[in-house]
């Protein structure tokens, strides 16, 4: 009689949730993971209005659409800090 193996695979990935580090990728992320999110970039002379919230976290912020890079920066920084993954590890910004 032959000898019979058992062998078992056991997975042991883990999930890593990296922050983006561009503008467009930072928009994705809010806009998926986010409670409510809304990006309004006006017309003419109209101010943008970005608005996120994230559990008791929440932003909304008006400005001028040149300043987008920094006030999406700033609006994903405060999200991602308070984001909790369902699984996984979140790597700190």
């Known amino acids: 009689m032959g000898?019979?193996?058992?062998?078992?695979?056991?997975?042991?990935?883990?999930t890593l949730h990296n922050p983006s580090?561009?503008?467009?990728?930072?928009?994705?992320w809010?806009?998926?993971h986010?409670?409510?999110f809304v990006l309004n970039l006006g017309t003419g002379k109209c101010e943008?209005?970005?608005?996120?919230?994230l559990g008791p976290a929440c932003s909304s912020v008006q400005?001028?659409?040149e300043n987008l890079k920094e006030v999406v920066a700033d609006v994903f920084w405060r999200m991602w800090n308070?984001?909790?993954p369902?699984?996984?590890?979140?790597?700190?910004?």
């Open 21 to 28: 580090s561009c503008t467009c990728g930072r928009i994705i």
């Open 63 to 65: 400005f001028q659409p």
């Open 3 to 14: 000898s019979m193996m058992n062998t078992t695979e056991t997975s042991t990935s883990v």
């Open 34 to 36: 986010c409670d409510g």
């Open 86 to 93: 369902a699984e996984g590890i979140k790597v700190a910004g």
């Open 82 to 84: 308070a984001w909790q």
């Open 48 to 53: 943008a209005r970005i608005e996120a919230v």
């Open 30 to 32: 809010l806009s998926q």
